[in-house]
């Protein structure tokens, strides 16, 4: 079969699977080992080189899937950003940022970076003139996040890949919140893609991953500081990760469907002030979106009317869930205050127009009819609560 030409649903299934020689079983075999022979073979594997088995498979699969020559994967999320980070930046060096970050990437940036005399630059406007009036002679780095966490903010992929060539600098994208099946950045000229595999590529809310996508050239970098730092991933996970993979298509573009029908409900609804999501022709960044994602994603925001408390709403939901992640087949929502960028100080969190109000909903794969349905009992408990007091 010519993997070349083999749609995304096949080569979740079958790209990157250990063939099972001895028992013919469906699925690959795991080896748990984390002892190999070391004479007489062609490759010394250890598990924190990377290179088990299960490791090698799944690693062609997520390189297949991000359109990437290469790639490895993490212990998590963080693990893969700050080991490529470091991999690319040392003393003296320059990154530029966007400001509407993942609050972990952020809180790394803004603690981590001094210590090692790492200079950082965050933009204020995700436009082209924003990322390049930033540029110094020491910029080695070019790091977005499209679409953001928690605002959906969509950033110019293209643009940005490009300035980034036109003046030798590594550009990085966090492709978490569209995954492979919405956008491939590597096709718009990105040169390295990372991936909390926690969230879409594993989607059941069972596992803690990460990724990054490159040439070989840029992976054998990442791979000669990842091995010093430790972040490998245990094969029982690599396992798991390479079977929730097979479904991700499927589970991804119901997720897209369900999210774009709730953004426009919302949108609607009398008792929300206001909804972030790139599909829906309101939001600013919507055209940008349309050119650049296949899809517009599972993730959306939305704000409750004045007066009526977000804490308190969570609370009386009956389906859908209150849960710090996301991206699992089951809808779940949280305050960003509290959780993702709760190590952001309360100005960081307003710089990215993020209010103690907001809520950051992951629509599932339920029936979109249920979720609605949720949303409103609990509007309607919440909005009784208002009239007592």
Known sequence: MNSKKIGFNTIC???????????????SPIYLSTSY????????????????????????????????????????GMAAISTTLFAFLQQGDHIILQRTLYGGTANLVNEEFKKHGIEYSYIE??????FEEKIKPNTKVIYIETPSNPLLTVTDIKAVAALAK?????????????SPVNQNPIELGIDIVLHSATKYLGGHSDILAGAVIATEKNIDRIFQVAKNFG????????????????????????????ALKLAKWLYKHEDISAVY??????????????????????????????????????????????S?????????????TLTSHALLSEEE?????????????????????????????????????????
């Open 166 to 178: 036109k003046n030798d600098i590594t550009s990085m994208i966090d492709n978490t919140f569209a």
């Open 231 to 258: 972040g490998s991933l245990s094969d029982f996970t690599v396992w798991m990760l390479e079977r929730s993979i097979k479904t991700l298509g499927l589970r991804v573009k119901r997720q897209n469907k369900n």
């Open 125 to 130: 406007k995700q436009t082209l003139e924003g």
């Open 13 to 27: 299934t079958h790209i990157g699977e250990i063939k099972d020689e001895q028992f013919k079983g469906a699925v």
């Open 277 to 322: 999501y790139p599909g829906l022709k309101s939001h600013p960044d919507h055209e940008l979106a349309k050119k650049q994602m296949k899809g517009y994603g599972g993730m959306l925001s939305f704000e409750l009317r004045e007066g009526l408390d977000a804490s308190t709403f969570q609370k009386e939901l009956q389906l859908i869930k209150s």
């Open 324 to 336: 710090m992640s996301l991206a699992g087949v089951e809808s779940t929502i949280l305050s960003p």
């Open 349 to 389: 969190r307003h710089l990215q127009g993020i209010k103690n109000g907001l809520l950051r909903f992951s629509v599932g794969i339920e029936e979109k009819e249920d979720l609605m349905h949720d949303i409103q009992q609990a509007l309607n408990k919440i909005k009784i609560l208002e009239l007592e007091h």
């Open 37 to 76: 022979a070391f004479e007489d073979v062609d490759i010394k594997r250890y598990p924190r080189y990377f290179n088990t088995p299960n490791q090698e498979a799944l690693c062609k699969k997520i390189a297949k899937l991000e359109k990437g020559e290469s790639s490895l994967i993490f212990g998590s």
